[in-house]
Nanobody, 124 residues
């Protein structure tokens, strides 16, 4: 089972940029689809972005399309989320997730391993 550790969360201002990182353990990382999800206080966890095992397929939530970019470096067992033009509604705990399958998906319960989350707070 892969272990995931997120980092890079912070408190920022509206319009700022932030880069989240997710470090994965395990030798099979390159065969997993990877995703980012977020959960705001009082709300359900929601899909943010996902990328297939070789990066050929990338999915984004409509709310972040054009502002966020997911990338992965299979040589480093890492996945990243570059967030630009941040808004207050982006405030949430952000989670990295691994799916033991090559195909990316927006569906949270199709992911097998989750990190502990990293807090992003955007203030106006």
């Amino acid at each position: 089972q892969v272990q995931l550790v997120e980092s890079g969360g912070a408190s920022v201002q509206v319009g700022d940029s932030l880069r989240l990182s997710c470090a994965a353990s395990g030798r099979s990382f390159s065969t997993y689809a990877m995703g980012w999800f977020r959960q705001a206080p009082g709300k359900e966890r929601e899909f943010v972005a996902a990328k297939s095992w070789r990066g050929a397929v990338t999915l984004y939530a409509d709310s972040v399309k054009g502002r966020f970019t997911i990338s992965r470096d299979n040589a480093k067992n890492a996945v990243y989320l570059e967030m630009n033009s941040l808004k207050p509604e982006d405030t949430a705990v952000y989670y990295c997730a691994a799916r033991y399958n090559t195909d990316a998906t927006r569906v949270a319960n199709m992911y097998n391993s989750w990190g502990q989350g990293t807090q992003v707070t955007v203030s106006s």
